[in-house]
């Protein structure tokens, strides 16, 4: 059940320093956005405002409004451990738990989430490993260490295990970074995939990617070190790498600037 995004007047602190000045931005359901910019302009923050892993850092803390659908993200009575499960995040290390077999891995949240019934549990977990296009590569060897697999195929294990509890948004920090061109385009056609699910949000340093798996892509920027970082633009990716309307976004895609 994808769902939309709505940031507006939001802030984001690491104790007394600013990181990210007022962003408003909205995303749609069923799309992937990608967040592009300098290093240190703050994409990855703003990622982790959006389910609440920001303030798991001490001394962090958010100001403005994220709305999930209707549902303010950081209203009164709001549990971030839920929003964490309904915001599912990947990160740019794949991560498997390393003790764990790929079935376990899988299964991990699942079982946080009560599901005790061994039939439904191995349902789900063929069909998360299915949805992560790694189910043909594993399904001999399900009781072997996550650990075992290759970068790419741990980050797709990585995917399964987020989609296992059925998130309504996928969060993405450069999914990529650590993996080789074969892997990458894995993962980017997964993505594609995905999308008919899933709200998602990519943060990526690579261009060409966000251009081939964003229909959404936001610019960030710094105006210099120890200043906050700004949205400076969000258009529909083929605007935004063709003909953008600020001057800033047009010469760092160019590769004048960052
Ligand atoms: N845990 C932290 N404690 C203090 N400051 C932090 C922390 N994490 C990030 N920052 C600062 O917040 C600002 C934004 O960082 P962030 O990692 O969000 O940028 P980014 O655009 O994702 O960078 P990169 O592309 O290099 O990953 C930077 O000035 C960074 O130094």
Known sequence: ???????????????????????????????????????????????RTLNRMHEVIPGARVEGKVLLDDVDLYGQGIDPVAVRRTVGMVFQRPNPFPTMSIYENVAAG??????????????????????????????????????????????????????????????????????????????????????????????THNMQQAARVSDRTAFFNIAGTGQPGKLIEIDDTARIFANP???ATEDYITGRFG
């Open 1 to 47: 059940m994808a769902k939309r995004i709505d940031v507006s007047g939001m802030s984001a602190y690491y104790g007394g320093f600013k990181a990210i000045d007022d962003i408003s931005l909205t995303v749609e359901p069923r799309t992937v956005t990608a967040f592009i910019g300098p290093s240190g302009c703050g994409k990855s923050t703003v990622l």
């Open 110 to 203: 699942l079982r946080l989430n009560g599901l005790k019934h061994k039939g439904d549990m191995d349902d789900l977990v063929e069909h998360s490993l299915r949805g992560a296009n790694l189910w043909e590569e594993v399904k001999d060897r399900l009781r072997k260490p996550g650990a075992g697999l290759s970068g790419g195929q741990q980050q797709r294990l990585c995917i399964a295990r987020a989609i296992a509890v059925s998130p309504d948004v996928l969060l993405m920090d450069e999914p990529c970074s650590a993996l080789d061109p074969i892997s990458t385009l894995a993962i980017e056609d997964l993505i594609a995939q995905l999308k008919a699910e899933y709200t998602i949000v990519i943060v």
């Open 245 to 247: 309307s600020q001057r």
